[in-house]
């Protein structure tokens, strides 16, 4: 089973190849009593070797750092540590870095500049499963799934289905929804496949951020 993370208690990573910006998004989180950065790095090779060495709760990565690509690191990092929730850190507005991020397996996509205050909170929310998107973002994703479902009509879904993408947007993962569902792991696993597909989506975040922001109205 995925492991509870204890919010008072975080272990963080982050990963950031400008030192100055790096320290201070280190000092902005452990501000917070109980957290604590068990590791930084500055290059995309280093972000997912200290991640498979240190398994953090949350990882914060940067998408222009050196190397193999901020979204690589990503992708990488939620495949083989999927109890390791990764927010992306970024000075990057374009959409389709934040659909990519999205699909890697990014939890949030918070851009460089936001206040250390409202970055904590970002942070906090992740960890308790929730998705995030700057609310000038949000409005553009969105626009790109009205987009995509303007030319692919969305197949309703059944009342399992349904059941499942609450599931998704309260940040449960496959086994946890099983238990809430009484379902075995393999046939949830079944039941995101088509949520996805009928939604149009590509992640189980967009999905959650889809049912989020619209209420699962039309779906």
């Known amino acids: 089973m995925a492991q509870k993370v204890n919010v008072a208690e975080l272990r963080l990573l982050v990963a950031d190849d400008h030192p100055l910006m790096r320290d201070g998004v280190v000092h902005s989180l452990q501000v ?42 990503v992708r990488l990092i939620t495949a083989e540590l999927p109890d390791t929730r990764v927010l992306v ?40 499963g929730e998705s995030y998107v700057p609310p000038s973002l949000a409005g553009r994703l969105l626009g790109e799934f009205a987009r995509v479902r303007s030319d692919q009509t969305a197949t309703a879904l059944t009342p399992r289905e349904a059941e499942v993408l609450e599931a998704l947007s309260q940040g449960l993962t496959n086994r946890e929804i099983g238990v809430r569902l009484h379902l075995a792991e393999k046939t949830v696993k079944h039941h995101v496949t088509q949520v996805l597909n009928k939604l149009h989506v590509r992640s189980r975040t967009e999905a959650a951020l889809l049912a989020q922001r619209q209420g699962r109205r039309g779906l």
């Open 32 to 73: 917070q009593p109980g957290w604590l950065v068990v590791a930084q790095a500055d290059n995309c090779e280093q972000a997912v070797a200290l991640a498979r060495q240190t398994r953090p709760d949350l990882a914060l990565i940067d998408l222009s750092m050196p190397g193999v690509g901020g979204i690589e690191v």
């Open 89 to 128: 850190l970024t000075a990057s507005t374009d959409s389709d870095e934040l659909l990519a991020a999205l699909k890697a397996g990014a939890r949030a996509y918070v851009l460089k500049g936001v206040a250390a205050l409202e970055l904590r909170d970002v942070v906090r929310r992740v960890a308790e």
